[in-house]
């Protein structure tokens, strides 16, 4: 090769490295170059050594490129000379559309060179179709303004049918007068063994981040100043700290505070060893802490040190351990503090182990009972049953027993003891529970007496008692059955009941109350004996715990004096039915009677109240101030008389039963104010404020308006009747659930006394007779008003406190649904 066409070659590589690696990294510093991309780095050294020499061999580049532009020497000399570099080089001609290749970029992608051909569309033809465009050649024609130097990566097809990346760096030496390239030089590298490896250390990155953020464990990277550098997924979510708050913070600054020197002691382990294992808590956002186990190693990250901490939560481990530590706990509690003694015994029955109950009844020290046998603790007559216990206890593994304990001070007590074959650490032992049964014999005792007792009790009883099994046979007898049988008790049981009790059996010979009995049937008849004695004989089955028919119990009595009680009380019965009938008929003649004294006195009494309204209306002319006052009271005592009477009409109505509602469509707020209407003067008399809140969505409902009237008229009558001077009355009206008309009055007056309460809505019923004369009244208001609520499908009810005021509940369908019944009194506060 000639010295100026070595020349040549070296100053045209070292322009083709430099301009690749501008291209391919301008924002890529050069630690970055050799740590990420080493493909970048292989270029460079080239570049550097190339530069190396082409220093030595030629002078100026400049004298270069005023060669190739001038074209001194020609191409096929620059071919000649890079035939054996293992750099693939180029010449484009683009004015021509040949492509001159080397050895080299042919055997790249596995051709002979003479296979090549010299035209730009077979270089096209080997482009990958989506690498097309990336072609240099394919886009330098769309933009004038483009820089000379290129560089593309590119999948080019190989001779044996596989793509391979290459990469492709180019140079414009040659430009015509409009600035489009003429001649374009340049090399190609292959890349594929860097693409591959990039891949799988993609891929490899991929595996690592889908572990580390798969990983149920907390995991942390940190440098070795232990400032957090990355942290996974299962980390944040169980600690609720995001990744941009954590990183670049310590695990310190969220270690509770109770670990934070034993923390810092692990990180000085972790820097001589290079690994450290612990436990710790931290802190979560919410505040609550979490118990970890940490296991710390020194590990190579990014080309430098650092600590991988894994976290593995233990809150479960702990909470476990808190179980059997408050499970062994419970146990002792309950081994120490049962109220029952508790030895645990080998197959020898020595004493292995006793609760302090058993100390502390029988009176000695836990290590002087553990030297104790059995037999030292019981008394002499059940020592000798020791031995059998043993036995029955290694035959059945489990027996029940009753002994007597004796104490240290010599005392004794009986108990049952409970005894079973464990196992326990390998070996077989014997858990013995012992009860102190003191109370149950006491018990025992007490039944017996008890049963004594109600023999006794039975003995003495007028009635004659059986009680008989199943098979009718008399199992015992009272002392007046005995009697009355003739017989000793000894010699009644074990009889069956046809033997020797004729009151029991019927004309057929049968004992049917005793075969009831044995069917489970209580039964009663009568029996009239001979001598006209007449008896009665009631039968009751007993059943055991499960309800099965254990027998049955037979009382008999003789019913003859009460039988004649009974028929004189019939007489005086029937009498009485004639007197009630002869009263109900004076009932009747006065309920018309009232009925026809309230149609006479409306009459008269309409003329007083009509001649007073015209007197108070100034009608007949001007009153002085007495004759006013005198006007006024006429008025007032005809209206209150007016009152009477229609309550006087309406008991005789209800009581006939000919009273009637014409039920028609009416709104509640109407009725209110033509009621507070007719009040109006007493509310000024007494100096009484109303407070009316009337709901403005409230309907129509079917009603009868002068009965709804006389309901809310008798209501706040008696609110202004037992208020104070001055006070104030409440109303208000709403719906409930849309079809239920809910309507309030309350006062805050003296209120009812709680004794009372209960018989407020009593036909005649006054509180008391000083309050009657001071307030006046006839008791028949509430009872008119209870009355009217029921014909009209409603409730109404009373909620007071004693010196605290009265509030009356009323409640009635606004669409004829009908109201649950409510006439009971309501004790809270108003």
Same mark, same amino acid.
């Given at each position: 090769?000639?010295?100026?066409?070595?020349?040549?070659f070296?100053?045209?590589?070292?322009?083709?490295?430099?301009?690749?690696?501008?291209?391919?990294?301008?924002?890529?510093?050069?630690?970055?170059?050799?740590?990420?991309?080493?493909?970048?780095s292989?270029?460079?050294?080239?570049?550097?050594?190339?530069?190396?020499?082409?220093?030595?061999?030629?002078?100026?580049?400049?004298?270069?490129s005023?060669?190739?532009?001038?074209?001194?020497?020609?191409?096929h000399?620059?071919?000649?000379?890079?035939?054996?570099?293992?750099l693939?080089?180029w010449e484009?001609?683009?004015d021509?559309?040949?492509?001159?290749?080397?050895?080299?970029?042919?055997?790249?992608?596995?051709?002979?060179?003479?296979e090549i051909?010299?035209?730009?569309?077979?270089?096209?033809r080997?482009a990958?179709?989506?690498?097309?465009?990336?072609?240099?050649f394919?886009?330098?024609?769309?933009?004038?303004?483009?820089?000379?130097?290129f560089?593309?990566?590119?999948?080019?097809?190989?001779?044996h049918?596989?793509?391979k990346?290459?990469?492709v760096?180019?140079?414009v030496?040659?430009?015509?007068?409009?600035?489009?390239?003429l001649?374009?030089?340049?090399?190609?590298l292959?890349i594929?063994?860097?693409?591959?490896?990039?891949?799988?250390i993609?891929h %490899? /990155?991929? @595996? #690592? &981040?889908?572990? *580390?953020?798969?990983?149920n $464990?907390?995991?942390?990277? =940190? +440098? !070795?100043?232990m400032?957090?550098?990355?942290?996974?997924?299962a980390?944040c979510?169980?600690?609720?700290?995001?990744?941009?708050?954590?990183?670049?913070?310590?695990?310190?600054?969220?270690?509770?505070?109770?670990?934070?020197?034993?923390?810092?002691?692990?990180?000085?382990?972790?820097?001589?060893?290079r690994?450290?294992v612990y436990?710790t808590s931290?802190?979560?956002?919410?505040k609550?802490?979490?118990?970890?186990?940490?296991?710390?190693?020194?590990?190579?990250?990014?080309n430098?040190q650092?600590?991988?901490?894994?976290?593995?939560d233990?809150?479960?481990?702990?909470?476990?351990?808190?179980?059997?530590?408050? %499970? /062994?706990? @419970? #146990? &002792?509690?309950i *081994?120490?503090n049962?109220? $029952?003694?508790?030895f645990? =015994? +080998? !197959?020898?029955?020595?004493?292995?182990?006793?609760?302090?109950?058993?100390?502390?009844?029988?009176g000695?020290?836990?290590?002087?009972?553990l030297?104790?046998?059995?037999?030292?603790?019981?008394t002499?007559?059940?020592?000798p049953?020791?031995k059998?216990?043993?036995?029955?206890?290694?035959?059945?593994?489990?027996?029940?027993?009753?002994?007597?304990?004796?104490?240290r001070?010599?005392?004794?007590?009986?108990?049952?003891?409970?005894?079973?074959?464990?196992?326990?650490?390998?070996?077989?032992?014997?858990?013995?529970?012992?009860?102190?049964?003191?109370?149950?014999?006491?018990a025992?005792?007490?039944v017996?007496?008890? /049963?004594?007792e109600?023999?006794?009790?039975l003995?003495?009883?007028?009635?004659?008692?059986?009680y008989? +099994?199943?098979?009718?046979?008399?199992l015992?007898a009272?002392?007046?059955a005995?009697?009355f049988?003739?017989?000793e008790?000894?010699?009644?049981?074990?009889?069956?009941?046809n033997?020797?009790?004729?009151?029991?059996?019927?004309?057929?010979?049968?004992?049917?109350?005793?075969?009831?009995?044995?069917?489970?049937?209580?039964?009663?008849?009568?029996?009239?004996?001979?001598?006209?004695?007449?008896?009665?004989?009631?039968?009751?089955?007993?059943?055991?715990?499960?309800?099965?028919?254990?027998?049955?119990?037979?009382?008999?009595?003789?019913?003859?004096?009460?039988?004649?009680?009974?028929?004189?009380i019939?007489?005086?019965?029937?009498?009485?039915?004639?007197?009630?009938?002869?009263?109900?008929?004076?009932?009747?003649?006065?309920?018309?009677?009232?009925?026809?004294?309230?149609?006479?006195?409306?009459?008269?009494?309409?003329?007083?109240?009509?001649?007073?309204?015209?007197?108070d209306?100034?009608?007949?002319?001007?009153?002085?101030?007495?004759?006013?006052k005198?006007?006024?009271?006429?008025?007032?005592?005809?209206?209150?008389?007016r009152?009477?009477?229609?309550?006087?009409?309406?008991l005789?109505?209800?009581?006939?039963?000919?009273?009637?509602?014409?039920?028609?469509?009416?709104?509640?707020?109407?009725?209110?104010?033509?009621?507070?209407?007719?009040?109006?003067?007493?509310?000024?008399?007494?100096?009484?404020?109303?407070?009316?809140?009337?709901?403005?969505?409230?309907?129509?409902?079917k009603?009868?308006?002068?009965?709804?009237?006389?309901?809310l008229?008798?209501?706040?009558?008696n609110?202004?009747k037992?208020?104070?001077?001055?006070?104030?009355?409440?109303?208000?009206?709403?719906?409930?659930?849309?079809?239920?008309?809910?309507?309030?009055?309350?006062?805050?007056?003296?209120?009812?006394?709680?004794d009372?309460?209960?018989?407020?809505f009593?036909?005649?019923?006054?509180?008391?007779?000083?309050?009657?004369?001071?307030?006046?009244?006839?008791?028949?208001?509430?009872?008119?008003?209870?009355?009217i609520?029921?014909?009209?499908?409603?409730?109404?009810?009373?909620?007071?406190?004693?010196?605290?005021?009265?509030?009356?509940?009323?409640?009635?369908?606004?669409?004829?649904?009908?109201?649950?019944?409510?006439?009971?009194?309501d004790?809270?506060?108003?």
């Amino acid at each position: 090769m000639q010295p100026h066409t070595k020349r040549v070659f070296f100053v045209c590589i070292c322009i083709m490295l430099f301009v690749s690696l501008a291209n391919a990294a301008p924002e890529i510093s050069t630690g970055e170059i050799f740590i990420q991309h080493y493909d970048l780095s292989i270029l460079l050294s080239l570049f550097l050594f190339s530069l190396l020499i082409v220093a030595l061999k030629i002078g100026p580049i400049r004298t270069l490129s005023n060669m190739l532009h001038g074209e001194k020497y020609p191409f096929h000399d620059l071919k000649i000379a890079l035939a054996d570099t293992d750099l693939g080089v180029w010449e484009l001609d683009m004015d021509k559309g040949t492509l001159n290749v080397n050895k080299r970029w042919a055997c790249m992608l596995g051709y002979e060179p003479e296979e090549i051909k010299p035209h730009i569309s077979f270089w096209n033809r080997l482009a990958h179709p989506d690498d097309w465009k990336n072609l240099f050649f394919n886009s330098f024609h769309e933009s004038i303004d483009q820089n000379d130097n290129f560089r593309n990566e590119v999948r080019m097809l190989a001779k044996h049918g596989v793509w391979k990346w290459v990469a492709v760096n180019g140079t414009v030496v040659r430009r015509d007068a409009q600035g489009s390239p003429l001649k374009i030089i340049g090399t190609q590298l292959d890349i594929d063994h860097i693409k591959k490896a990039e891949k799988e250390i993609a891929h %490899s /990155e991929h @595996k #690592f &981040r889908t572990l *580390f953020h798969s990983a149920n $464990d907390s995991i942390f990277i =940190q +440098d !070795m100043d232990m400032i957090i550098l990355d942290m996974n997924d299962a980390a944040c979510k169980r600690l609720g700290h995001s990744r941009e708050q954590m990183l670049g913070t310590k695990l310190l600054t969220i270690t509770s505070p109770e670990f934070l020197s034993k923390e810092q002691e692990m990180q000085k382990e972790l820097l001589k060893n290079r690994y450290s294992v612990y436990e710790t808590s931290y802190i979560c956002n919410d505040k609550d802490t979490v118990p970890v186990e940490v296991s710390n190693r020194v590990i190579y990250y990014e080309n430098r040190q650092a600590i991988l901490s894994i976290a593995k939560d233990i809150s479960r481990c702990k909470r476990v351990e808190s179980a059997l530590t408050q %499970s /062994e706990n @419970k #146990f &002792r509690y309950i *081994f120490d503090n049962v109220n $029952d003694e508790i030895f645990m =015994q +080998d !197959m020898d029955f020595n004493l292995l182990e006793v609760n302090q109950v058993a100390c502390q009844r029988l009176g000695y020290t836990k290590e002087e009972l553990l030297k104790l046998r059995p037999e030292d603790i019981e008394t002499c007559d059940n020592s000798p049953l020791i031995k059998s216990r043993m036995t029955a206890i290694n035959h059945f593994n489990h027996g029940i027993f009753e002994s007597e304990h004796l104490r240290r001070d010599g005392t004794t007590y009986p108990v049952e003891l409970s005894s079973s074959i464990v196992e326990l650490d390998g070996k077989k032992r014997i858990l013995t529970i012992i009860r102190d049964i003191t109370e149950r014999k006491e018990a025992e005792a007490a039944v017996r007496k008890h /049963e004594i007792e109600k023999e006794m009790i039975l003995d003495g009883m007028e009635e004659h008692v059986v009680y008989h +099994d199943l098979d009718l046979r008399i199992l015992w007898a009272n002392k007046a059955a005995c009697d009355f049988f003739n017989n000793e008790h000894s010699a009644i049981i074990g009889k069956l009941c046809n033997e020797i009790w004729p009151v029991g059996v019927d004309s057929n010979g049968n004992c049917a109350i005793m075969q009831a009995n044995i069917k489970g049937i209580s039964r009663e008849v009568e029996r009239t004996t001979p001598d006209g004695r007449i008896w009665s004989v009631k039968g009751y089955p007993l059943k055991g715990p499960r309800g099965d028919i254990n027998g049955g119990i037979v009382v008999t009595l003789d019913i003859t004096e009460r039988k004649k009680a009974q028929e004189q009380i019939q007489k005086f019965n029937r009498e009485l039915l004639r007197m009630n009938e002869e009263l109900k008929s004076v009932d009747r003649i006065k309920n018309e009677f009232l009925a026809n004294l309230g149609h006479e006195l409306k009459t008269p009494l309409s003329s007083v109240i009509g001649y007073s309204e015209l007197l108070d209306s100034l009608t007949l002319g001007e009153l002085n101030e007495v004759q006013k006052k005198a006007s006024e009271s006429i008025y007032r005592n005809a209206e209150r008389l007016r009152s009477l009477i229609d309550s006087l009409l309406y008991l005789s109505y209800v009581n006939s039963g000919k009273i009637e509602y014409n039920f028609e469509l009416m709104h509640i707020g109407s009725s209110i104010d033509e009621a507070l209407a007719k009040i109006a003067r007493k509310l000024e008399d007494k100096g009484i404020t109303v407070d009316k809140r009337i709901s403005h969505g409230l309907s129509f409902m079917k009603a009868e308006p002068e009965k709804i009237q006389e309901l809310l008229h008798n209501i706040l009558d008696n609110a202004i009747k037992f208020s104070h001077e001055g006070g104030k009355i409440e109303i208000s009206a709403y719906s409930e659930e849309e079809d239920i008309l809910k309507i309030e009055i309350s006062d805050h007056g003296i209120g009812i006394p709680e004794d009372q309460l209960n018989s407020l809505f009593t036909l005649f019923h006054q509180i008391d007779s000083s309050m009657n004369r001071r307030y006046g009244g006839t008791g028949v208001g509430l009872y008119i008003c209870k009355n009217i609520i029921m014909a009209h499908n409603g409730a109404i009810w009373v909620a007071s406190k004693e010196g605290k005021g009265t509030t009356i509940h009323v409640s009635l369908p606004l669409k004829g649904k009908t109201v649950d019944r409510k006439e009971y009194i309501d004790l809270t506060d108003n």
